[in-house]
């Protein structure tokens, strides 16, 4: 019969099981934690496994941890919580509200789900990928394109839809002696120009207009990409 290996990284340990297929354990390892390279650890938690037992493994299951105590930590990227089905009421009810801003919280008409990835500050593309209550994929569109940015309402659009359209910008400005804020994203424009799209918004979170500019990255600091 098969056997199923799982691997769970994890901050300390990384541990290595083998299951057979009445759920009995066949044999398990644990080894440190390599950071630096988390091949290393799996390595000699396989290393540790028997020989004979792994060539028979017919399934591999891999989980860590990892991810979850950098959000705990408030370390890395800006990430988000995928909600499918969830309107407005029930992001109410689950009481997400109460744990983060509600401009971190997208909810698309209908009950649909939008699913968003960004590369933002250090890559030029941000993909939204909006799907219906069941799931089936509806629209994927890259956001990072005059196209898009044209889409930006000046007067109507608020911070929120913003966010929610192009997500977490590369760089927030403020101009007190003008009273505003404003978004930077960098993309490509004109065959691959470093280009960056500015979106200006008054006190009340309201854009007032949006600006093309040199992306101020490639200039100062010898290009942090």
Not at 78 to 103: R, W
Not at 178 to 202: C, L, N, Q, S
């Amino acid at each position: 019969m098969p056997i199923a290996l799982g691997i769970d990284t994890g901050g300390t340990y990384t541990d290595a099981v083998l299951v057979d297929a009445d759920d009995r354990v066949v044999a398990s390892a644990k080894r440190l934690t390599t950071r630096h390279d988390l091949t290393l650890g799996i390595d000699e938690a396989l290393g540790a496994l028997p020989a004979g037992a792994l060539s028979e493994v017919g399934l591999v299951a891999l989980s860590t941890t990892l991810s979850t105590n950098a959000v705990v930590e408030g370390r890395g990227a800006p990430v988000a919580v995928l909600l499918p089905g969830y309107g407005e009421l029930q992001v109410g009810k689950s009481g997400l509200l109460n744990l983060f801003d509600s401009e971190l919280i997208v909810t698309l008409p209908g009950g649909g789900v939008r699913w968003q990835y960004s590369g933002q500050p250090y890559n030029q593309s941000v993909w939204n990928i909006d799907m219906d209550p069941q799931g089936r994929v509806i629209v994927v569109e890259q956001m990072m394109d005059d196209a898009a940015f044209a889409r930006i309402r000046s007067g109507k659009d608020t911070r929120a839809d913003v966010l929610r359209d192009f997500g977490p910008p590369a760089e927030t400005f403020s101009f007190p002696l003008k009273d505003e804020t404003a978004f930077m994203y960098r993309y490509f424009i004109h065959g691959g120009f470093y280009a960056a799209m500015f979106v200006y918004f008054d006190p009340n979170g309201v854009v007032k207009r949006t600006e093309t500019g040199m992306d101020p990255w490639r200039i100062r600091d010898g290009d942090r990409r």
